[in-house]
Nanobody, 126 residues
């Protein structure tokens, strides 16, 4: 069982930066695929980035490559999403999520992630 809690959302102008954090608590000795998803009203969750907590596996959606960086601090059990060069199209509710299999990090799909945080809003104005 995992508990996930996001923080760090807010409002920023286009071109700006934000860092989202997700505190992971519970059975953290197990390795997980940790993902960041985002959702806008009326659409499904979109997988933005994912990382295997055991290392060596990362995923980025094409829309955020070279702008966003995902990282996981094993000692602090914190997941991060560093977002640079933000665009209005990045406006969404952002969620961190966890899945139990490394293979799920290849292309994160909403339906296979078991644990979810409550979300944090990111708003990018033009």
């Amino acid at each position: 069982q995992l508990h996930l809690m996001e923080s760090g959302g807010g409002s920023v102008q286009a071109g700006g930066s934000l860092t989202l954090s997700c505190k992971v608590s519970g059975w953290t000795s197990t390795k997980y695929c940790m993902g960041w998803f985002r959702r806008v009203p009326g659409k499904d969750h979109e997988g933005v980035a994912a990382i295997w907590t055991g290392g060596n596996t990362e995923y980025y959606d094409d829309s955020v490559k070279d702008r966003f960086t995902i990282s996981y601090d094993n000692a602090q059990t914190m997941l991060y999403l560093h977002m640079n060069h933000l665009e209005p199209e990045d406006t969404a509710m952002y969620y961190c999520a966890a899945a139990t299999m490394r293979s799920l990090c290849a292309v994160p799909i909403e339906s296979v992630f078991t644990y979810w945080g409550q979300g944090t809003q990111v708003t990018v104005s033009s």
